[in-house]
């Protein structure tokens, strides 16, 4: 597949429309973000949350959802979140926003994206195409993770 600079400037191929992502919990930090110059990490703290261990993983964090800076979580307690990254902004009574950029069933970049040589995964590592949207034809979601129906089949 190729493209011409009038396709990219004017957005070809592009969906106007929400894409429908998972989404994620809000909350509220009890404490400021604590950084550790050594790993490059911070951690942040919502003593009322009751998050799995590991659960938000991959997922990004928006630690002010007045801003719009996000990070890449690395790992997480039942109520800590560790991010890639300084995190220095004085955090504690603000609200964040943990974002979860997986496909919602319904979502229209489901089987809309274009087909790329070597690309056989998701950041997940499912694999990629799936047909999400079983019309029998797979074809790439358009976005990072590929959504996988229940029963759908790689390449079919």
Same mark, same amino acid.
């Given at each position: 597949?190729?493209? *011409?600079?009038?396709?990219?400037?004017? &957005? @070809?191929? *592009?969906? #106007?429309?929400?894409?429908?992502?998972? @989404?994620?919990?809000?909350?509220?930090? $009890?404490?400021?973000? !604590?950084?550790?110059?050594?790993?490059?990490?911070?951690? /942040?703290? #919502?003593?009322? !949350?009751?998050?799995?261990?590991?659960?938000?993983? @991959?997922?990004?964090?928006?630690?002010?959802?007045?801003?719009?800076? +996000?990070?890449?979580?690395?790992?997480?307690?039942? *109520?800590?979140?560790?991010?890639? &990254?300084?995190?220095?902004?004085?955090?504690?009574?603000? $609200?964040?926003?943990?974002?979860?950029?997986? /496909? +919602?069933?319904?979502?229209?970049?489901?089987?809309?994206?274009?087909?790329?040589?070597?690309?056989?995964?998701?950041?997940?590592?499912?694999?990629?195409?799936? #047909?999400?949207?079983? #019309?029998?034809?797979?074809?790439?979601?358009? &976005?990072?993770?590929?959504?996988?129906?229940?029963?759908?089949? !790689?390449?079919?």
């Amino acid at each position: 597949m190729t493209f *011409n600079a009038t396709e990219i400037v004017n &957005g @070809g191929g *592009n969906i #106007d429309a929400d894409p429908l992502f998972v @989404g994620g919990p809000t909350g509220t930090w $009890t404490q400021n973000a !604590a950084y550790d110059a050594k790993t490059f990490q911070s951690t /942040l703290t #919502d003593a009322k !949350a009751t998050w799995e261990p590991g659960q938000l993983k @991959g997922k990004l964090l928006q630690p002010d959802t007045e801003g719009k800076l +996000q990070y890449a979580i690395v790992a997480n307690g039942a *109520n800590s979140v560790t991010i890639w &990254g300084k995190c220095a902004a004085p955090l504690n009574g603000k $609200t964040y926003r943990i974002n979860d950029c997986h /496909l +919602q069933a319904n979502s229209p970049c489901i089987d809309a994206g274009a087909k790329l040589a070597g690309v056989t995964n998701d950041l997940d590592g499912a694999p990629r195409p799936v #047909d999400g949207n079983k #019309d029998g034809n797979a074809l790439p979601d358009i &976005g990072a993770f590929e959504y996988a129906a229940p029963n759908a089949a !790689a390449g079919k």
